[in-house]
């Protein structure tokens, strides 16, 4: 028996392969699908089903491509609807993989649909869950996006307590938990940097586990402090529920080399964004005027999918030399298919072409520091709430990244922002966004946060009421 957590760090998000005697079940897997296919023929074996643990919010599932590929059956839980073949399992049936049975375990909740695999190894022993966006490592999945009419958040979330309680905490201990997402993932909010955990250990630090809590403590904690999900969330869910455009297809029509002169047709008669994934830095030295930043050197597909309302957007790309198929294949995963091509020799052909740049103002924290001492600067915190509630600079107006397309008439045209994040990925990419809707006195604070933390200039902290 072989099992591997594939994780992908820029989503938080862990597939599963398992192979048992030369036949191989891959769970939750990714957009893009050779990768599987390629380790079930290093193995002398076949893919025979692809498990779904839910309908994902967060990034398109490769399970139709896959089944198209390879004949797998594709499996969700009960009650699963799809525009596509799928077997719909019954709560605790068995499926047989080589000389290992897979269960499936029904754990409404986070999804109505949403359901834990249980792997029983050869010897008839429980080893092992794979347990979607049900149970993470320190946390649980939000029950707030599966919501029809005739539910509300808090029934989902109480749904969720009775699966963890009946279907989950009744496992050994030394069951393996295998979850969806680590830290970083939008689909919890006190997710675990550790991608693999057991049962056990969950029981003592999870606060979800409790044994002495309460169903209706259970709804009050997992609902607390839950932000807004972000925009793409429910798009990518339908795309998951009736399909999509091939991969291979949007690869090929996405990963094509343009020239300047096609590259500025495209962007003015396609109406297409034109997206820069290069690092910051480069950006800052010279971007094409207009163009969003979004590097891939950072949390890129869940910053476009949060930050690109429309899914459907024709994107033009600027990217590092030999990214271009990374970029198409990152920009797949969260949906974003619609990618005409990249520019053929950057910025430099741009520019050698006679065309304009344009660059962003950028500053040490040491320099902010002094002008911040020496004049009333209007400061611009893009950080999340919560790190802008645990300390901030006296003076900062906050909005989060997340928000700024809602928060436009929060700033002034007229006004000079001096924009600081956490370390400077993000307040360029807010600086973009303002730039390209007509904001240009805008100056980036290199470092974010952290770097003016090391200064003199007074901040506000959050202290905690019980050490008062």
């Given at each position: 028996?072989?099992?591997e957590?594939?994780y992908?760090?820029?989503?938080a998000?862990g597939?599963?392969y ?6 191989v079940?891959?769970i939750?897997?990714l ?7 390629d ?19 967060d990034f398109v599932s490769?399970h139709?491509d896959l089944?198209k590929?390879?004949?797998?059956t594709i499996?969700y839980?009960p009650g699963?609807?799809t525009?596509?073949?799928i077997?719909?399992?019954k709560?605790?049936?068995e ?7 897979i269960?499936a375990?029904h754990t409404?909740?986070?999804?109505l649909e ?5 792997l029983i190894?050869?010897k ?13 490592l320190g946390?649980v ?12 958040k808090e029934?989902?979330?109480a ?5 963890l309680?009946?279907k989950i ?7 393996i ?5 680590g ?15 057991t049962?056990?250990d969950?029981?003592?630090?999870n606060?979800?586990l409790?044994e002495d ?10 609902l607390?402090?839950?932000?807004p ?13 009736t399909g999509?455009t091939?991969f ?8 094509i080399?343009l020239?300047p ?14 997206l820069?994934v ?15 930043f979004i ?5 890129f597909?869940?910053?476009?999918g949060?930050l690109?309302?429309?899914i459907?957007?024709p994107?033009l790309?600027?990217v590092p030399?030999g990214?271009s ?5 990152r920009?797949s995963?969260v949906?974003y ?5 990249y520019l053929?020799g950057g910025?430099?052909?741009?520019t050698?072409?006679?065309?304009e ?6 500053i040490?924290?040491?320099e902010f520091?002094k ?5 009333e600067?209007n ?12 300390s901030?600079l ?10 700024i397309?809602?928060?436009?008439n929060q700033?002034s045209?007229d ?9 400077g ?7 973009s966004i303002?730039?390209?809707r007509?904001?240009?006195?805008l ?7 952290g770097a ?6 007074k ?6 009421p019980?050490?008062l």
């Amino acid at each position: 028996m072989k099992i591997e957590q594939l994780y992908t760090s820029c989503l938080a998000q862990g597939a599963y392969y398992i192979e048992s005697n030369g036949e191989v079940a891959i769970i939750d897997p990714l957009r893009e699908t050779q990768s599987y296919i390629d380790k079930a023929n290093s193995d002398n074996a076949k893919i025979k089903y692809i498990f779904e643990t839910h309908f994902h919010a967060d990034f398109v599932s490769g399970h139709v491509d896959l089944a198209k590929k390879t004949g797998a059956t594709i499996i969700y839980g009960p009650g699963a609807e799809t525009s596509y073949d799928i077997y719909s399992a019954k709560d605790n049936e068995e499926f047989k993989l080589g000389n290992i049975t897979i269960k499936a375990l029904h754990t409404p909740g986070h999804t109505l649909e949403s359901t834990t695999y249980l792997l029983i190894d050869d010897k008839g022993k429980d080893h092992a869950i794979f347990s979607g966006d049900t149970l993470f490592l320190g946390d649980v999945g939000r029950p707030d996006l599966a919501i029809k009419s005739d539910l509300t958040k808090e029934d989902l979330a109480a749904m969720l307590y009775d699966s963890l309680r009946d279907k989950i905490m009744t496992l050994a201990d030394d069951v393996i938990v295998y979850p969806a997402h680590g830290a970083g993932s939008a689909c919890g909010k006190n997710l675990s940097k550790e991608t693999i955990g057991t049962i056990g250990d969950q029981k003592k630090t999870n606060y979800a586990l409790r044994e002495d809590m309460t169903k209706d403590e259970f709804v009050k904690e997992v609902l607390e402090g839950i932000a807004p999900p972000p925009q793409y969330f429910a798009k990518n869910a339908m795309m998951n529920k009736t399909g999509y455009t091939t991969f291979d297809t949007v690869l090929k029509t996405g990963n094509i080399a343009l020239s300047p002169e096609d590259f500025e047709a495209m962007a003015n008669h396609e109406e297409a964004m034109v997206l820069d994934v290069r690092p910051q830095s480069d950006y800052i030295k010279g971007h094409i005027p207009n163009s969003i930043f979004i590097g891939l050197n950072g949390g890129f597909a869940p910053w476009v999918g949060a930050l690109i309302s429309d899914i459907k957007q024709p994107i033009l790309l600027v990217v590092p030399e030999g990214k271009s198929k990374e970029a198409v294949t990152r920009l797949s995963r969260v949906g974003y298919d619609n990618t005409l091509g990249y520019l053929a020799g950057g910025i430099e052909a741009w520019t050698a072409s006679g065309r304009e740049i344009d660059t962003l103002e950028s500053i040490s924290a040491e320099e902010f520091a002094k002008r911040a001492q020496k004049d009333e600067l209007n400061i611009l915190d893009v950080r999340k709430d919560g790190e802008f509630a645990s300390s901030h600079l006296e003076d900062a107006q906050h909005f989060a990244l997340d928000y700024i397309n809602d928060n436009m008439n929060q700033v002034s045209k007229d006004k000079t922002y001096h924009i600081h994040c956490a370390g400077g990925y993000r307040s360029v990419i807010a600086a973009s966004i303002l730039k390209a809707r007509g904001f240009h006195n805008l100056v980036d604070i290199a470092g974010g946060f952290g770097a003016i933390k090391k200064t003199d200039l007074k901040t506000t902290d959050f202290v905690c009421p019980s050490t008062l």
